[in-house]
């Protein structure tokens, strides 16, 4: 199996990609220095939709750069999936691969210094050291202008993969340096045939998902394996038809953020308390939570319950946009019928509600709703009290 198996409904930029790990190859296996007709750079920027795969396809490019088959010498392209240098790249063990993904709402001045000491290394195993920073418009300002000097001089071997929605999210100056692909939202059947082929779900299941998601493979997968995202977006798809008064509004509005914060207390639940024990050991606590700290420490336990705090802020975010999005996807597919498109439905299970839904209003009210669902998106966005954006949002979607 290629690194590129996965990329799926991507072959320009898997074309690419290819090109530029042959030649990356051949500066390392063969001491060619690098030209200006070069397919490689240091710096990659790759933007597209949510679900699109960008932060997967920047993992198989860093695997393809760490590829050490013996088939390269065969003129076999770089990314076998099967070496050693692919396998754990892919698996994140790699010792010049660094991926970055935050679970936190930005990426500070600290974090980003810590990465950019990190990509002036030399390569543990003589290729290249690359950085894969997953959510790069997640950075800061600050952290921007810092990673901003690296990108600018990088060292010889040291290769930047950032990943973002798209290039405004990212500050023009590193955007300027960097080699931008865009990704494009695979497919559905391509997304129902990777759920069938690489996770072993039944065809029907993989389908319906892949069309209830519009081709995002991460939340594809999830709604089918995942009982419980199920069922959440099952309650998601009958507001439309719970918001006929004010009561209906602010109930769903409560049910909504309730779920949220739910999911956010789960993650707590599951992970705080393992890293809180984990700390208070590594700092010299006794057992027990009632234990007491050793003198110093409390700036570091409160750094951590900081952080978690904005973790589980993060996660009732991620889950109240998954719930717009599919919102959003429900007044899609009404707008859909009512115009007469012949665009298939996405949200095929809810079909009769949809079309009540359409034939008790006009297009425009339609719009109007879709632009009620996204203006919450963007409250959020600027820190508006969950419970508030959401009230706004579901009294807006009765009034249509």
Known sequence: MAVWDDLVGQERVTAQLTAAARDADAVVSHAVAASSASKMTHAWLFTGPPGSGRAGAARAFAASLQCVSPDRALGGAPGCGFCDGCHTALIGTHADVEIVRTDQLSIGVKDTRNLVRRANLSPANGRWQVI?????????????????????????????????PSLEDVLPTIRSRCRHLTLRTPPVEAVADLLVRRDGIEPAVAEAAAHATQGHIDRAR???????????????????????????????????????????????????????????AA???????????????????????????????????????????????????????????????????????????????????????????????????RNVAPLLAVEAMTLALRAG
Not at 310 to 315: A, N, Q
């Open 132 to 164: 894969v920073l997953e959510d790069a418009d997640r950075l800061t300002e600050g952290a921007g202008n810092v990673l901003l000097k690296a990108v600018e001089e990088p060292a010889p071997r040291t290769v930047w993969l950032l990943c973002a």
């Open 222 to 280: 999830r709604l089918a394996t995942d009982e419980g995202a199920r069922s959440r977006r099952a309650a998601v798809l009958k507001v439309p038809l719970r918001v006929g008064d004010v009561g209906g509004c602010l109930k769903a509005a409560q049910e909504l953020v309730d779920s949220a914060s739910e999911d956010a207390k789960q993650v707590a639940d599951e992970v705080d308390t393992k890293e809180t024990e984990e700390l208070r």
């Open 283 to 381: 700092l010299g606590a006794g057992a027990g939570a009632g234990s007491r700290m050793p003198r110093g420490t409390a700036g570091v336990m409160k750094d951590l319950a900081d952080r978690q705090k904005r973790r589980s802020t993060r996660t009732q975010r991620d889950t109240l946009d998954l719930a717009l999005t599919d919102l959003a996807g429900f007044y899609r597919d009404v707008l859909a019928l009512q115009i007469g498109t012949r665009v298939a439905l996405a949200n095929i299970d809810t079909r009769h509600a949809i079309e009540r839904i359409a034939s008790g209003s006009r297009p425009e009210n339609t719009l109007r709703r879709i632009e009620a669902v996204l203006a919450c998106r963007q409250a959020l966005d």
